[in-house]
């Protein structure tokens, strides 16, 4: 077992100065400084790669991380990773060791730089990079260590433009695989690979800067990490990367030590894939706990999608680690040593652990949301107050692409679809309503950008009434996001959660609802003073509309839990013309406790703010609002009296049951 692996039977805390050194090769305080420095280098990239990039996938998104990795002989123990994109984030340290074992690390060279986007070796989708630049130290055979960053590119060939598509059939329909080669040789470009990525890609002249700016902030992460080991040593160096893992690895086995023994079990379900909607997706965890260690076993989970919807088995590594950190141990810094006490049980072809060629992986941050929920429901009765409700989980994402009158092409991901939404409440407090679901962490693109680049106009993005969970804390409403497209284009939507609610409640919380989708194609949306369409709770909004995903009332259009399903590939490709609206209605966040017991002055804030309506304040909470929240929402007040009478009468009925 490679010593980043091994268990450390004694607390870091607990060792005295002497012990200390000799099993880190420095002082305390030296290590605490050198693991502060690692962060900083994966940070310092990171805002360099922010500041400096084209793509909107990059500058508008966030949809990149950076990594410091050690050597071989430590295992590639990775001590920081950025504060970016967190699906990436279990998987990098594989990725990097998976590629420099295959390419062999004696073979690189100071000024090298590797790739590798192979979902089955690196986890997430072909669109993510994984470059790799060695650090080397004088005196040493192999690199002491590796500076990586993995960022989507805006393209890789494929069937579709910019890859987004949950349609795709097999693995030669996504694009091109690179496996693990050099970009660059002593500092230089190596011409076969730059010719086989740009004979391939679309979007070149984005891919081109893009990746000068990645390849910068790779050379100034390996001067950092340099400047590092030649002023604290080579010994300290090393021996602080042990140090950082190990403290984490402590630190969430304290964590799982805190939950009672015993075994649990939940599941989520990803509602079809691309080819209709007569399967659905089962993700089942069984998580056992003994002392300070977990299993989670994913044995009951489906097989492999038949189209482009699966995650791979790093993927599913991500979504079980940060599922379990997000609840037990949030506070503490991530390493890989976050694994060392979880031990996952996988079996292979699973929607979760797809393998090639007919295992197509594109869309895989739709099983691993729905994977990370089905951990946080597993535990959620074990941890009682501490559980925290459902996000609003599928990403939602939209793609449009098309021509500008000039000729040139222009293409949106990822920005006018359901992309934020709401998360769950805990005990601390109500949910936020705009957020990235539990596994992104990325930035909502600026709508003065978007319009900037392609011809759309983005004309609400507001919260819908009556869709947040009911609880002692309330879970985040849903999000509705209206785009009005001016110039024909052609769409894909991609929702995969809407079949029933993602924002389950917890602690006696309520669930979320659930959301849709619609288009008003060839100017049928009724666009009226100042660029708004028709009221979301019109009862005649949805009359002029096509359903593109979700559960619908058949006759009104409008969303219904026990509607008729529409699935998003129904229509794989959406050609429209000019004055085209989407719009885009999220699932609602989890509640957190009873929400009987909510004080009414908050439900009568949440009634005035236009969370909850006067007929949901007294159904979902027992509080009665006597005023008009929409005419004069001061004047709104709870009638004390009619509250007690709903409040005893739902107390009478549980005694009666």
Known sequence: MPPELAHEPTEVGALDADAFAERYGCDRLTATVLVSKYRYVVQHMCSGLLTTAFSIIL??????????????????????????????????????????????????????????????????????ICFIRPVFHPGAEEPVGFISMEAHMMDMGGVVPAGFSGTKLNVYEEGLVISPRLLYRDDEPVPETWNMIFDNARFGELLLVDVQSIVNNLRLGERLLGETIERYGLDAYLGAMRYACDLSAQSIAAAIASVPDGVYEAEELIDCDGLDDAEEYRIAVRATVAGDRMEVDLSGTARQARTSINAGWLDAKTAIGIGVKFLLDPTAPLTSALYRNIDVVLPQGTVVSALPKDGAIHLYTEPQAALMLAVMKALAPALGER?????????????????????????????????????????????DSFSVFYLANNLDPATEAIEADVPAVILRKEYATDTAGAGWNRGGAAVVKDTLYTAPANHRSMPLHYKRPSGFGVNGGADGATGAVWVWPDGRARVGERGRL?????????????????????????????GDYAYFARVPVRSVQAQTLFRYLTNGGGGWGDPFARDPQRVLRDVRDEYVSPAAAARDYGVAIVGDPVADPEGLRVDEAATAALRAARTGAEVRR
């Open 59 to 128: 500058r508008d998104w966030y949809d990149f991380a950076a990594t410091v990795s050690g050597p071989r002989s430590l295992g590639y123990p990775v001590p920081a990773v950025s504060n970016s994109l967190v699906v990436f984030s279990g998987s990098m340290d594989q990725a990097v060791a998976n590629s420099v074992e295959e390419w062999g690390p004696g073979r690189l060279r100071p000024g090298d730089v590797l790739i590798c986007n192979d979902p089955y070796r690196t986890g997430t989708h072909v669109n993510d």
């Open 534 to 562: 028709v009221e979301v709770a019109a009862d005649d909004a949805y009359a002029d509309a096509d359903v593109v995903a979700g559960r619908v009332d058949p006759r009104s259009g409008r969303p219904a839990a026990d």
């Open 387 to 431: 559980a925290i409700g459902g996000d609003f989980c599928s990403l939602n994402i939209h793609q449009a692409d098309g021509v500008h009158p000039d000729g040139t092409p222009w293409i949106t991901m990822a920005q006018c679809g359901g992309e934020h939404g709401p998360w769950g409440a805990t005990a601390e407090a109500d949910a």
